[in-house]
Every structure is written in structure tokens, then in C-alpha cells.
T-cell receptor, first 117, second 114 residues
Framework: AQSVTQLDSQVPVFEEAPVELRCNYSSSVSVYLFWYVQYPNQGLQLLLKYLSGSTLVKGINGFEAEFNKSQTSFHLRKPSVHISDTAEYFCAVSEVRAQGGSEKLVFGKGTKLTVNP | DADVTQTPRNRITKTGKRIMLECSQTKGHDRMYWYRQDPGLGLRLIYYSFDVKDINKGEISDGYSVSRQAQAKFSLSLESAIPNQTALYFC????FGGGRETQYFGPGTRLLVL
């Protein structure tokens, strides 16, 4: 079964600084990878996802993530953060199956990003 | 209007009470999910349904039951609530996508069991 580890539970940064949120996964088969964001008092929404092809994936709000198969990682980056990026970020993984959908999207425990002025 | 709605948004109940959380969606998706979120634990899957006739247990189904009344409606019940079921509950939907699909989340229901 797949699993996800988010290495940092909290990441404080100053506005306009770069940020990297780390995510490692474990699976015995190929995977699809996702980053979801949860703004305060809201549900989760998709930030970006890796399905296949280019290992660098661009998402909404200037975020990007890079899939590294050898290191089983999918780290999220943004070159310059804004106050409005303050949120909790969740990495998630689903397994690629030969037929039928993967019914389980497994989430990491989340990283709280706090952007300070 | 929101595509995935949850009612109630907040609920306080007492130990031993039966409670139902409701989810409705207008996205036309076949797949629906119930998750709970606890601080520091992320989201954990309680139940999921691929269509009206298909209900599956997730990672933490004990103490919960569900009902898929229609394609658009998926309810979560706590038959006899206990304090450690205090959490934030999310409903989500998705279309079929072989694992590639995006899940769309409701705004959540905050439940406090006293």
C-alpha cells in the first residue's frame, strides 16, 4: 500500500522569500502525485498533479513541483511567497492500476505554511 | 453556488447520540468520499462510493455508516457518537479517471462530541 511522508509539519517564511515543502512517498507500483491546498476555514482544492511526462509540474498561484522517481519525492516550490499563500498543504498519492480507478487517494499529514510580513 | 455542499457546517452533540452529516453535489460525479481531518494526522478516508450501489469501507470506518441515497447525495452517520469522533469531516467527489482524477471537496463539517 502507498504512503506519504511530509517532512515538515510547519514552515514559517517571510513574504517574498522562496519556499519548498517536502513530500516523499512509498509505493511498490507507479503512482500519480498530487498537492492540495487548504486555506483557513475552507475545504481542500487541487494545486497541481503529476500524471506522466515532464517531471516538472506547474500549478495554480505560481507553485510548481518536481517528481523525482529515484528519490521517491514530489517537493512543492514557489520562488516568492505572498501573505495569501498562508495555508495548509497536503501531498497525496494514488497508485496506477492496470484497469479500473485507484479508489484510494492517500494523504500526508500536511504542512502548515505561514507567510509573515 | 458551491458544487459540493455539506450540512450542517458545525454541530455539537453529546456522547451516545446519533448524528447524520449530509453531502450533496451538483458536479454530476459518480464517486463520493467521506474523510475526517484531525490536527497533525491529515485526512483519513472513512467510506467511499463509486456509484449508488457501491459502498466501500475506508481506512477508519469503525463507528460510522453511510448511505448513498442518489448519485448526488452521500450521508455519513455516527450511530452512537463518542468524544474521539470530534473532528473536521469532509465530503469529496470525483469523476472516474483511473486514479488521475481530481477530488473536489466540500467546505467541511466541524463536529464536537461532548
Amino acid at each position: 500500500a502507498q504512503s506519504v511522508t511530509q517532512l515538515d509539519s510547519q514552515v514559517p517564511v517571510f513574504e517574498e522569500a522562496p519556499v519548498e515543502l517536502r513530500c516523499n512517498y512509498s509505493s511498490s507500483v507507479s503512482v500519480y502525485l498530487f498537492w492540495y491546498v487548504q486555506y483557513p476555514n475552507q475545504g481542500l482544492q487541487l494545486l497541481l498533479k503529476y500524471l506522466s511526462g515532464s517531471t516538472l509540474v506547474k500549478g495554480i498561484n505560481g507553485f510548481e513541483a518536481e517528481f523525482n522517481k529515484s528519490q521517491t519525492s514530489f517537493h512543492l516550490r514557489k520562488p516568492s511567497v505572498h501573505i495569501s499563500d498562508t495555508a495548509e498543504y497536503f501531498c497525496a498519492v494514488s497508485e496506477v492500476r492496470a484497469q479500473g480507478g485507484s479508489e484510494k487517494l492517500v494523504f500526508g499529514k500536511g504542512t502548515k505554511l505561514t507567510v509573515n510580513p | 453556488d458551491a458544487d459540493v455542499t455539506q450540512t450542517p457546517r458545525n454541530r455539537i452533540t453529546k456522547t451516545g447520540k446519533r448524528i447524520m452529516l449530509e453531502c450533496s453535489q451538483t458536479k454530476g460525479h459518480d464517486r463520493m468520499y467521506w474523510y475526517r481531518q484531525d490536527p497533525g494526522l491529515g485526512l483519513r478516508l472513512i467510506y467511499y462510493s463509486f456509484d449508488v450501489k457501491d459502498i466501500n469501507k475506508g481506512e477508519i470506518s469503525d463507528g460510522y455508516s453511510v448511505s448513498r441515497q442518489a448519485q448526488a447525495k452521500f450521508s455519513l452517520s455516527l450511530e452512537s457518537a463518542i468524544p474521539n469522533q470530534t473532528a473536521l469531516y469532509f465530503c469529496a467527489t470525483s469523476d472516474f479517471g483511473g486514479g488521475r482524477e481530481t477530488q473536489y471537496f466540500g467546505p467541511g463539517t466541524r463536529l464536537l462530541v461532548l
